[in-house]
C-alpha cells in the first residue's frame, strides 16, 4: 500500500517497509546476539523485572485485582523500562562500546538535554514518560474492565489467583474464561499496534508521540500477519518467563527489548528526521537526546 503508507509533507511520518513473514525469527536472533555482545547489562534489565514481579506477587498474592492490575502494568509498560536495551542496541549497530554509562545517560540525558525545563521542548521533553502514562492508563482500563466482568456475571466472589484459576479458567463450561481471553485480546490489539515500534522511534528521533503512535499503526498495517507472527512470539516468551515463576523473564525481557530495536530498524526509516543523540547529530550542533 506504498500510496497511502510512503509520507508525504503533510503527512510527515517515516517511510514504513514491508517486510518478509519469518522477519521475526531474525529479530530475535539478532536480540539474543545483543544479549552475548553485552550480557552483563542486558540481563540485568531481566533481573530488575524478575524482582519487581516478585515483589508484586508477594504483595498481591492474595488480592487478586491488586495483583492483576500491578501485572498488567508491569507487561504493558515493559516497552517504557526496555528504552536503555534499545539504546544498547544502538549503539553496538554503530560499533560503539556500551557500558553502564549507555544505561545511566538514557535516563538522565531528558534532563541534561533540556536544562530541566519542561517547557524549552514541549514537542519532545519526556515524550518516552508520556508514551509510557498513556500504555499505563491503558493497562488500568484493561483491568477495570475485566474485574467488571468477572465480578458482575461470574457467580462466585474472586478474591485470590487461586479463586481466578477455579472458578474462572478451569469452571467446566470455560465460557467466562473464553470471553475474557477474546476480550483482553480486543484490548490488546491496539496496544501493541500503537507501540509495536513506537519506543525505539521516540528514542531514535526528534518526532511526537502521535507521530511515533501513528507510525506504528501504519507498520501494522502494511504487514499484518508478520505483526501478527511477531506479536504471537512476544506472548509466547512473555508466557514462558510468568510460567517460569518469573526466573525466565531475566532473558526474556532483554532478549524481546533487543529484538524490540531490531524490528524497528527494519520496518521503519526516520532518516529524514532529526537525532536524538550526540553521536549521529553533534555536527549538526544537537545535544544528547
Known amino acids: 500500500m506504498p500510496g497511502i503508507l510512503t509520507p508525504t509533507a503533510t503527512m510527515d511520518l517515516p517511510t514504513v517497509h514491508a517486510i518478509r513473514m519469518l522477519q521475526p525469527l ?24 524478575m524482582l519487581l514481579g516478585w515483589l508484586i506477587l508477594a504483595v498481591g498474592h492474595n488480592r487478586f485485582w491488586l495483583m492483576a ?16 536495551l534499545y539504546a544498547i542496541s ?56 475485566s474485574a467488571s466482568l468477572i465480578t458482575l456475571y461470574v457467580p462466585v466472589r474472586i478474591a485470590t ?8 479458567v478451569l469452571a467446566p463450561d470455560g465460557r467466562w474464561f473464553a470471553i475474557w481471553l477474546a476480550l483482553g485480546s480486543l484490548l490488546a490489539a491496539p496496544i ?14 526528534r518526532i511526537s508521540v502521535y507521530q511515533a503512535v501513528l507510525t506504528s499503526w501504519l507498520v501494522v498495517i502494511e504487514n499484518p500477519l508478520a505483526m501478527a507472527w511477531w506479536a504471537g512470539w512476544i506472548v509466547l516468551f512473555t508466557l514462558l518467563g ?37 553521536s549521529v547529530a553533534e555536527g549538526e550542533g544537537r545535544r544528547v537526546l
Open 242 to 278: 510468568l510460567g517460569s515463576l518469573l526466573i525466565g523473564l531475566v532473558a526474556v525481557m532483554p532478549m524481546l527489548g533487543h529484538a524490540s530495536w531490531h524490528a524497528y530498524r527494519d520496518l521503519v526509516d526516520a532518516s529524514a528526521f532529526a537525532a536524538r543523540d550526540l
Open 161 to 168: 489467583p487461586v479463586d481466578f484459576i477455579v472458578h474462572v
Open 192 to 205: 501493541f499496534a500503537s507501540s509495536v515500534v513506537a519506543m525505539p522511534l521516540l528514542l531514535d528521533r
Open 26 to 49: 531474525q529479530w530475535l536472533a539478532l536480540g539474543w546476539k545483543d544479549i552475548c555482545r553485552a550480557p552483563a547489562l542486558s540481563l540485568a534489565h531481566g533481573v530488575f523485572l
Open 90 to 145: 544502538r549503539a553496538l549497530e554503530r560499533g560503539e562500546t556500551v557500558s553502564w554509562h549507555t544505561v545511566r545517560a538514557t535516563w538522565s540525558s531528558w534532563q541534561q538535554a533540556h536544562g530541566g525545563k519542561a517547557g524549552s521542548d514541549p514537542g519532545s521533553y519526556w515524550c518516552l514518560v508520556r508514551f509510557g502514562l498513556l500504555l499505563a492508563l491503558a493497562a488500568t482500563g484493561w483491568v477495570l474492565v
Open 69 to 84: 492490575g500491578a501485572l498488567s502494568g508491569f507487561l504493558i509498560v515493559g516497552p517504557v523500562l526496555a528504552t536503555s
